[in-house]
């Protein structure tokens, strides 16, 4: 079992910044894909970013695009969510999701696009809540 540990959040104003940490114990993290997803509550998870293993490709979900940026540093283990103009929209429950992505795989068919749908993913941590207030 992957363990991923998330923290940085908590209140921050609108049109702030804020910057989540997801420090994964694991070996490499080079071979993982990484995403963050948020939930609000009574809503649905929600897509927030993604970054493929080889760190190329990075997508974004439509209402965070512009403003989120996500990174991964591979020698720190760890992924990062830089948010930047927040808005109370923002507000919910975190995420950090993780996925290995098999060498096989990755032998034969070469580069992994991020994935961006929740069942794609196998590990996740506990969550970080982040409150955006007016």
């Known amino acids: 079992q992957v363990q991923l540990v998330e923290s940085g959040g908590g209140l921050v104003q609108a049109g702030g910044s804020l910057r989540l940490s997801c420090v994964a114990a694991v070996s490499t993290l080079y071979t993982y894909g990484l995403a963050w997803f948020r939930q609000a509550p009574g809503k649905e998870r929600e897509f927030v970013a993604a970054?493929?293993?080889?760190?190329?490709?990075?997508y974004y979900g439509e209402s965070v695009k512009g403003r989120f940026t996500m990174s991964r540093e591979n020698d720190e283990k760890a992924v990062y969510l830089q948010m930047s103009d927040l808005k109370s929209e923002d507000t919910a429950v975190y995420y950090c999701a993780a996925v290995y992505i098999d060498p096989k795989m990755v032998a034969s068919v070469g580069q992994v696009r991020p994935y961006t749908q929740e069942k794609e993913y196998t590990y996740w941590g506990q969550g970080t809540q982040v409150t955006v207030s007016s």
């Open positions: 970054v493929n293993w080889s760190g190329d490709l990075t």
